[in-house]
């Protein structure tokens, strides 16, 4: 028997059809059913409800229910017990679509709720614009994540303008929801017209060449973003080094997280020379980024006069003993850096390196030097070390 697997994203089609003659034909509502003699946990907890509550906070609770009938859904009982938390952490409970829209409905009469959680729901575009109305809508919710909902540029934009319109939104997370150069012109456009948004979650997405040459711009002229991570994404060439102008010229980013793009050494001394004059970033993650021993030499040439740094991450580079070695020295030769953490992690190191290191405990104690790689070690101990002993047996 052929079994056609659905993308949850697409309608049902036929069958949706099908089961909705047979509900008319029945006199009931599938998602009605669902709701009453579903999940014993679900069911249970809502009906239990009645009588618990003040009448505001049942008005409140009955209105959800009547979405969720009239979009045939099962209600989430976590949102039924919610009350006046400050908190709603819907993640993983696979809401779709058509329980994003009962959701939203509710939310939007919800003064209570501040951070929203909907990671992994299977939202797609149906369900993020449900959840953008709610958000447009909404003055107290300063905080959402919507990480893993399949979003793509459709839902990028939905959710983009509605949080144009919520001036008190301050986080938001769109971590991997497929998020390519068409929806990076609508991130853009957000970082350009929101001005209290503070942090912002972009890691594993498919954000390129183009889109960093769009989001570059944008990040040098965007004010109030203190936090941005957008690691794991495919920024390099032209894209990576606009990317890292604009982190010349912003003056509010504090944490900046690009670990696992691929800058490479053109990226690398793009990023140094935004070191150069930017004088308020402190925690930059550049880890696995290709940046081989030029390109660390680049990036020392920025640390050389930085002022504001104080956490660096390059591990996984292949920039090898003598890359670490040429950092190190920039960071030693600044009498003003503030450096507290350099991770130089699974990088290979040596002798000289190691030598360094320890002197730089006596000029340099606050800085933390990590490094837990493995060792290049002078040929001869190493011959010691690794000698093959022969049996006793064995004749001489």
Known sequence: MNVTMRNPCEKSGESGE??????????????????????????????????????????????????????????????????????????????????????????????????LDLRDNGLCGAGAEAVAHALSKSRSICDVDLSENQLGAVGAQVICTALMENPVMQKVQLAGNSLEEQAAHYLAELLLAHTGLKSLDLSYNQLNDQAGEM???????????????????????????SFARGLGANIFLRVLDISYNGFGDPG????????????????????????????????????????????????????????????????????????????????????????LASSMKVSHPGLCIKTEGRRVEYKKELLAVFKPSLPASAPK
């Open 18 to 115: 099908q089961e909705e003659a047979a509900a008319a034909a029945t006199g009931r509502v599938t998602g009605v059913q669902e709701a009453e003699e579903g999940s014993d946990t679900d069911s249970d907890s809502y009906l239990e409800m009645e009588g618990t509550h003040g009448p505001g906070e049942l008005d409140k609770e009955t209105l959800y229910l009547r979405f969720c009938r009239a979009h045939r859904v099962v209600p989430a009982s976590c949102f039924l017990h919610q009350g006046t938390a400050p908190e709603l952490n819907l993640r993983h409970r696979s809401l779709g679509p058509q329980g994003a829209q009962a959701l939203a409905s509710a939310l939007i009469s919800n003064p209570y709720v501040k951070r």
């Open 215 to 241: 989001l570059g711009p944008a990040l040098a002229e965007n004010i109030g973003l203190t936090e941005l991570n957008i690691s794991w994404n495919h920024l390099r060439g032209p894209g990576a080094v």
């Open 268 to 355: 690398a001394s793009a990023v140094a020379e935004a070191l150069r004059t930017n004088n308020v970033l402190e925690e930059l993650n550049m880890s696995n980024n290709r940046i081989s021993a030029v390109g660390a030499l680049s990036l020392g040439l920025g640390l050389r006069v930085n002022q504001t740094l104080r956490i660096l991450v390059v591990s996984r580079n292949p920039m090898r003993s003598k890359g670490c070695l040429s950092v190190l020295k920039s960071v030693q030769n600044n009498p003003v850096s503030t450096l507290e953490l350099l991770d130089f992690s699974d990088i290979q190191v040596n002798r000289e390196f190691d030598d």
